[in-house]
């Protein structure tokens, strides 16, 4: 059984760029979740995706945003990049659908934003 | 709004002591889920376990051990024999509200284990 994957491992960008990071869910996994983790901090919940539609958002602006695939990948997209997004950022896949209580994370994207 | 306290920031053990997480939760909910995730320094979050508000009884998984003690809402999560490869940073979660699939993470307790 294949687990969460997620693209790049690292990225620098600069202040007012745009960022695409990438999750491929689990195996048998149909919904993801994503978070954002600051340095020394816990997760905190971006938003949800089932069914390729947004299920859930957290509080974050706008321009977080999301896709999910048919084959039940995701992107989150930030645009206009600020130096408080600098963070790991991290996939989570689950079985079950609005429910998704048990979340199998991905090893993270670590976004630097200079 | 849930809330989960870690008071511990950093804990540090020499190898084979037992060691113990403390949890602390807020939740207006009267039945919720209870999570604690591992997350080594390659940054994966790791599953550990997850325990319905239902069942108060002490849960023991190898060296691991959780105690829920909804009385005082805590549950705390207790490595017996610690190892190196136990150090990593423990979370304490549990679901942003009744039927939510959100979670709501403490800030985590860094645990070091010295050989």
């Known amino acids: 059984e294949t687990g969460v994957t997620q693209s790049p491992t690292h990225l620098i960008k600069t202040r007012g760029q745009q960022v695409t990071l990438r999750c491929s869910s689990q195996s048998g996994h149909n919904t993801v979740s994503w978070y954002q983790q600051a340095l020394g901090q816990g997760p905190q919940f971006i938003f949800q995706y089932y069914r390729e539609e947004e299920n859930g958002r957290g509080n974050f602006p706008p321009r977080f945003s999301g896709l999910q695939f048919p084959n039940y990948s995701s992107e989150l997209n930030v645009n206009a990049l600020e130096l408080d997004d600098s963070a790991l950022y991290l996939c989570a896949s689950s079985r079950s659908g609005r429910f998704s209580y048990e979340q199998y994370f991905g090893p993270g994207t670590r976004l630097t934003v200079t | 709004a849930q809330k989960v306290t870690q008071a511990q920031t950093e804990i540090s053990v020499v190898e084979k002591e037992d060691v113990t997480l403390d949890c602390v939760y807020e939740t207006r909910d009267t039945t919720y889920y209870l999570f604690w995730y591992k997350q080594p320094p390659s940054g994966e979050l790791v599953f550990l376990i997850r325990r319905n508000s239902f069942d108060e009884q002490n849960e023991i998984s190898g060296r691991y051990s959780w105690n829920f003690q909804k009385s005082t809402s805590s549950f705390n999560f207790t490595i017996t024999a610690s190892q190196v490869v136990d150090s990593a940073v423990y979370f304490c979660?549990?679901?942003?509200?009744?039927?939510?699939?959100?979670?709501?993470f403490g800030k985590g307790t860094k645990l070091s284990v010295i050989p």
């Open positions: 979660a549990l679901p942003s509200g009744a039927g939510s699939y959100q979670l709501t």
